[in-house]
């Protein structure tokens, strides 16, 4: 069986700020989240925001101050809930629940390889360069995407999964039909609806300012604003 002990307050699932140089300047220090002990090395596997992971002695890790909330004080790269190997599936169902509740959103930072969100970027930039992205109409563009938000998209659907799916987009995919399932049970208590289904994914691609006219909005037809009005619009 696996070995999780507590050592100076430390155990498996905590979130910890690793200090691996033993000195105390800013840059060398990572949050990271404690996984399984080693006995052997008498190190805890951590694994970083960055999907990196290495073996960390508890003298190299701190206790992580208040960290500020997206929405409540926190800074533009903070997050509700990181989710590593050691988050448990309870964790993430009552975090997600509760941020729906008291502010109807919640910023997941995964543990995520640079290489792996790179390749995904390289892959979306080529279908649009092979004109496979396009806008939002713009009466539906803020309620898909966010407030004052604009992308380029497309729908992560089965019909064209030979030409849009990819390793990464795939895994993030099946990753929203998990978390899905996981907060369905609490919905009607957090939102006040229930949830039996979802939609496919939608993908988008920042749009800078000095490439809009490149991307004109696209007239909403019958077809685009019934489906918005089907998914409920007043519940974006």
């Known amino acids: 069986m696996p070995y999780n002990p507590s050592i100076n307050g430390f155990c498996a699932g905590k979130l910890v700020a690793v200090n691996r140089s033993g000195v105390e300047?800013?840059?060398?220090?990572?949050?990271?989240?404690?996984?399984?002990?080693?006995?052997?090395?008498?190190?805890f596997l951590v694994t970083f925001t960055d999907g990196e992971s290495a073996g960390v002695s508890a003298d190299h890790l701190r206790e992580l101050g208040e960290l500020g909330k997206p929405g409540d004080g926190g800074l533009p790269d903070s997050f509700d809930l990181f989710?590593?190997?050691a988050t448990s599936q309870?964790?993430?169902?009552e975090e997600i629940s509760t941020c729906l509740f008291e502010k109807g959103f919640c910023v997941l930072q995964l543990a995520q390889k640079k290489d792996d969100l790179n390749d995904a970027i390289e892959h979306v930039r080529n279908l649009d360069a092979n004109g496979e992205l396009a806008r939002l109409p713009e009466e539906v563009e803020e309620h898909y995407l966010?407030?004052?938000?604009?992308?380029?998209?497309?729908?992560?659907?089965?019909?064209?999964?030979?030409?849009h799916w990819q390793r990464t987009l795939q895994a993030c995919d099946e990753?929203?039909?998990?978390i899905a399932s996981l907060i369905q049970p609490y919905l009607?208590?957090?939102?006040?609806?229930?949830?039996?289904?979802?939609?496919?994914?939608l993908?988008?691609?920042?749009?800078?300012?000095?490439?809009?006219?490149?991307?004109?909005?696209?007239?909403?037809?019958?077809?685009?604003?019934?489906?918005?009005?089907e998914l409920g619009s007043d519940k974006f």
């Open 146 to 163: 966010g407030s004052n938000c604009k992308g380029k998209v497309f729908w992560l659907d089965d019909d064209e999964r030979s030409r």
């Open 25 to 43: 300047a800013e840059a060398q220090v990572r949050i990271g989240q404690i996984g399984l002990f080693n006995p052997e090395t008498q190190t």
């Open 90 to 93: 309870l964790a993430i169902a």
């Open 188 to 201: 009607e208590d957090s939102i006040g609806e229930t949830v039996a289904d979802r939609t496919p994914a």
């Open 83 to 85: 989710v590593g190997p």
């Open 203 to 229: 993908v988008s691609l920042s749009l800078p300012g000095e490439e809009e006219e490149e991307y004109p909005y696209p007239i909403a037809d019958d077809e685009i604003l019934g489906v918005f009005w």
């Open 175 to 178: 990753g929203l039909s998990s």
